[in-house]
């Protein structure tokens, strides 16, 4: 019988992912990814399995999430090791709940592979830690794709110490208005970092009163919140350089 493996790819980088990750890539038969999955990682995937681009597009979420779920079902019929591969945690807004219960409902057996959140993962390897003594302690991680024009939603989380937001850059002038009215100041410090964890990370700190008019591209992880001001002293000390031979791993 076939197991469809419901995978986290953390944040970007092949080195980032677990070595069950890792393992499982290496034995595949066919694997459904997303569009934030790094080429990098794919490129652990088993020489000669089906490989299924199902990354969302803007209008057509539900039509292509239907598309996924028979996907699945088809492959599952066809494979013994199946993988579902999401950027990141495969539970953190990534519907991975959902076609974990889609599946198990209809009697698929499924395993379900945890991977390092971009919401934290991505923060502190450009210096930001979303908590800190002193300074920060708690945190929250919120999607940016929420009601639009409701701003009652982001009351809750107005007076959180740190904020994480993802996918929240397009609405990122909402978002930053709507905190604003429920008591959080202008000035709070919002650090924007695009295409986390690979070469091209770009890094731009403004206040929340700027991110509005900041120069962002997407991806980008946004964070707000004094931790934000760590950053100048911790971004040296990041450690990025580590290399790791992941054939060692599979």
Not at 139 to 168: H, I, K, P, S
Request: proline share 4%; aromatic share 4%; with cysteine.
């Amino acid at each position: 019988m076939s197991t469809i493996h419901i995978v986290g790819a953390g944040p970007g980088r092949a080195d980032l992912l677990t070595v069950r990750a890792a393992r499982i890539l290496a034995r595949a038969d066919a694997v459904l990814y997303d569009r934030l999955v790094s080429a990098e990682v794919l490129e652990l995937v088993r020489p000669g399995a089906e490989l299924h681009a199902v990354g969302k597009e803007e209008g057509r979420q539900e039509e292509i999430q239907r598309h996924i779920l028979e996907l699945l079902e088809d492959c599952a019929r066809r494979h013994e090791v199946v993988v579902r591969l999401k950027g990141g945690d495969p539970m953190v807004f990534g519907r991975g709940a959902e076609e974990w219960l889609h599946l198990a409902e209809r009697g698929y057996a499924v395993e379900v592979v945890p991977g390092i959140s971009s919401a934290v993962a991505v923060p502190e390897l450009a210096g930001i830690p979303v908590t800190f003594r002193g300074v920060a302690g708690g945190f929250a991680v919120v999607t940016g794709n929420r009601m639009a024009g409701c701003c009652q939603e982001w009351e809750a989380y107005a007076r959180v110490d740190t904020l994480v937001v993802l996918m929240g850059v397009g609405r990122r002038a909402e978002i930053a208005a709507c905190l604003m009215r429920h008591g959080r100041g202008g000035d709070t410090p919002v650090a924007f970092i695009e295409n986390g964890t690979t070469p091209e990370e770009r890094v731009v700190v403004t206040t929340l009163a700027g991110s509005g008019g900041a120069d962002v591209g997407t991806p980008a992880v946004m964070v707000i919140g004094e931790v934000v001001a760590l950053r100048g002293k911790l971004a040296d000390a990041a450690g990025r350089d580590a290399v790791v031979d992941l054939a060692s791993l599979v």
